[in-house]
């Protein structure tokens, strides 16, 4: 059991950034890779990146590529989504979530993950 907790959510101006921070418990979230979604008002909840158990492997969206950066403390139990130059359009609850098995053709699919944090909620002002 995994159990996932957000925070670093926030008011942030276009152009600006935030740090999300996503802190797992239980002694195995080394073996879990981890998920960034994000589901704005009115809309599907949407892949956002993903890093393998390791670290060593990183993918986004094509909407935050070059923007976001994911990142991971397994001495910490923590997943990091960097977010630098914000756009109101990336206004949304976002989400962490976690799974031993995904793959490059399952790891955007929400169905895939097993746990889910409870969200922190990301305004972007124009």
């Known amino acids: 059991q995994v159990q996932l907790v957000e925070s670093g959510g926030g008011l942030v101006q276009a152009g600006g950034s935030l740090r999300l921070s996503c802190a797992a418990s239980?002694?195995?979230?080394?073996?879990?890779?981890m998920g960034w979604f994000r589901q704005a008002p009115g809309k599907e909840r949407e892949f956002v990146a993903r890093?393998?158990?390791?670290?060593?492997?990183?993918y986004y969206a094509d909407s935050v590529k070059g923007r976001f950066t994911i990142s991971r403390d397994n001495a910490k139990n923590t997943v990091y989504l960097q977010m630098n130059s914000l756009k109101p359009e990336d206004t949304a609850v976002y989400y962490c979530?976690?799974?031993?098995?995904?793959?490059?053709?399952?790891?955007?699919?929400?169905?895939?993950?097993?746990?889910w944090g409870q969200g922190t909620q990301v305004t972007v002002s124009s």
């Open positions: 890093i393998n158990w390791s670290g060593g492997r990183t």
């Open positions: 979530a976690a799974d031993r098995h995904t793959t490059i053709a399952t790891m955007s699919s929400t169905n895939v993950y097993d746990y």
């Open positions: 239980g002694r195995t979230f080394s073996s879990y890779d």
